[in-house]
């Protein structure tokens, strides 16, 4: 079973930019959707996008424009690049990988912008 491991959350200003990274340890080309997610406090997690095998992508409307996803086969990694941070953007982001039969989640990054 694959194993993800999230890095680059932090502390950032409204208005600024991170870009998240998912490395899975062993190769994702045959893992049909990686995905990444977030959780507010006391809220839900929901999705935030996603990107699938032949590389269409899915964007929670309250992201659309503002962030990138992308997968890397060959480095077996995801990104997910943030610009224009809001403060209502906080949360832990989880990376998934969903390959049908299974769904397999990372330990989670912290993200916080300040206002």
């Not at 998912?22 to 406090?41: T, V």
């Not at 982001?93 to 049908?100: E, K």
Request: with cysteine; proline share 1%; glycine share 12%.
């Amino acid at each position: 079973q694959v194993q993800l491991v999230e890095s680059g959350g932090g502390l950032v200003q409204a208005g600024g930019s991170l870009r998240l990274s998912c490395a899975a340890s062993r190769s994702i080309i045959n893992i049909s959707r990686m995905g990444w997610y977030r959780q507010a406090p006391g809220k839900q997690r929901e999705l935030v996008a996603d990107v699938h095998s032949g590389g269409s992508t899915n964007y929670a409307d309250s992201v659309k424009g503002r962030f990138t996803i992308s997968r890397d086969n060959a480095k077996s990694t995801v990104y997910l690049q943030m610009d224009s941070l809001k403060a209502e953007d906080t949360a832990v982001y989880y990376c998934n990988a969903n390959s049908g039969y299974s769904s397999v989640w990372g330990q989670g990054t912290q993200v916080t912008v300040s206002s």
